[in-house]
């Protein structure tokens, strides 16, 4: 037997409904604040990745998907968008025309294990607001965040949780602070914080074992290390989300798993997720440009996994109930197929078994859920009519053919 691989699913139309229905709003939001959707390749040079995403980072050192195409060159699965879109600015010359404020959304590819929220081939949806250096732009696009989660109703189901990483100045000084005080612990630390440690003593913070939550819990802060005007920048993002009246949490503790972060930090977070609670995350990225040798250029954005919203929602509409047509003998069989044609075109749904019995063309319909059947036997045809069944009611009436579509459409 053939198999999928491990951590990918199919999307059949039940899901896809309920995905489509969270990237519809995602589209709408994103028009509301002026942003354009960007696609970028689903594979791209592993150096995009590598470049951005720091040798250090979780994705780099174990989710990749690589694999050499036949002239050796090296190639990855994308494992997150802003890599790829920040190259297609940098590629696109979209450097010299800003700001740029763009969305995506797409499948993409981390070797995980697989387990509920977490899969292999998953979908994020995100957005990037590049060349904007000001605090106002972490606000708009926290509040754009914000208001995605609320068109889809989970207001009240997250939470957001904001930190500062502050400048260059301020991580030097706390990471300094921070090196003094896990050193005094490193023998006690989980292997991969040792090794952390050398590379990037902030990531430590971020660290899910055990083993190094009491170390983590007395560590530095970073509020205690800001330089003044980093202090002063996160003051003026926190003062924009209470002036939007969003609620967040600060959470000291808060650290991104890429090594490009900069300033504010955020995740919206939902206890109703398990250990897979970070429904959408994002934050500030200003020297990610020039990590990718492009022109220095200041950015801030998220990205929302598309699953995990789904697990969070609890009904999504349904689509537009279709009406069924179900013809009784030979001529009124072949006119269907042109009466269907016609209400298709006049924008009505229809769906129908094709072959069978009135009983086991009945019971379809009510098996998808139509609102309405048509009947069309020998007698009607003559008369240039149809029966409208109502499949709710159970009542009927005859409707002149040309009468149907507005009749249907009431
Ligand atoms: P986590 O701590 O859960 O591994 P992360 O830091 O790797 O998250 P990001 O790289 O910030 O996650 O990705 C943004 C969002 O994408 C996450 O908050 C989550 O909703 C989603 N996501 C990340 N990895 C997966 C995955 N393997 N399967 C499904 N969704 C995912
Ligand atoms: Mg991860």
Redesign the pocket.
Known sequence: MLKPFRGTYDQLPAITDRLDYITGKMKHVARLYGFGKISTPIFEYLNVFTHSLGDTS??VTKEMFTFEDRHGDRIALR??GTAGVMRAMITNKLTQDLPQKLFYYGP?F?Y?RPQK????Q?H?LGTELIGDPSPQADIEVIAMGWDLLCALGLKDKVVLEINTLGDTASRDNYRKALVDHFKQHVGDLSDESQIRLEKNPLRILDSKSEQDQPFIQTAPQMKDHLTDSARAFFDEVLAGLESLKIPYKLNSRLV???DYYCHTAF?FTSTHLGA???????GRYDSLSEIMGGPALPGVGW???????DLLLDQTPEPARPISLIPIGPEAEKESIKLAHILRQNDIALNSKNRGNLKSRMKYANKINSRAAILMGEDELKNQSVVVKDLDTGTQETVPLSNLTTYLKK
């Open positions: 979780d994705i494992p997150e993409m981390r995980e929220g977490r899969s292999r998953f994020q991104r798993g890429l995740e897979q609670g970070t429904v959408l995350a994002g990205a929302a996994g598309l699953e995990r919203i």
